[in-house]
């Protein structure tokens, strides 16, 4: 029987972002879907750690990567810029791939 915090679940049910990955024969993608517009233009996840070179782009959008900056608390905030409505490619949820990078590390002790 699996018991669940309302905390717990909560935790779950409030992060607007959810995670996949694909793998190739060199590396692996990993794909943050956004179920809510950056807050301030800045996505945050947590989930991952960024290397030395580490690209952010979004699916359907036709620009270049977007810029990122490693979390004091680990993870990343990709800046997301500001994008004409007719240039968004989506409106109920957001795919960002990030390519070169790795699974962020806990400080849970």
Same mark, same amino acid.
């Given at each position: 029987?699996? #018991?669940?915090?309302? *905390?717990?679940? @909560?935790?779950? +049910? ?17 794909? $943050?879907?956004? +179920?809510?517009? !950056?807050?301030?233009?800045? @996505? *945050?996840?947590?989930?991952? /750690? $960024?290397? $030395? ?5 979004? @699916?359907? #959008?036709? $620009? ?11 993870? *990343? ?5 500001? *994008?004409?409505?007719?240039?968004? !490619?989506? #409106?109920?949820?957001? &795919?960002?791939? +990030?390519?070169?990078?790795? !699974?962020?590390? /806990?400080? &849970?002790?």
């Amino acid at each position: 029987m699996c #018991y669940v915090t309302v *905390i717990q679940l @909560l935790s779950v +049910l409030l992060v607007y972002v959810r995670y996949t990955s694909k793998q190739a024969d060199d590396d692996t993608s990993v794909y $943050a879907i956004s +179920l809510a517009w !950056p807050k301030d233009n800045q @996505l *945050i996840l947590g989930a991952v /750690s $960024a290397t $030395a070179h580490t690209t952010v782009t979004m @699916l359907g #959008y036709e $620009a270049q990567s977007f810029k990122w900056d490693k979390r004091a608390r680990g993870g *990343i905030v990709v800046h997301v810029p500001a *994008i004409q409505v007719n240039e968004i !490619p989506c #409106y109920w949820a957001w &795919v960002f791939k +990030l390519k070169h990078i790795k !699974p962020a590390e /806990s400080n &849970v002790g």
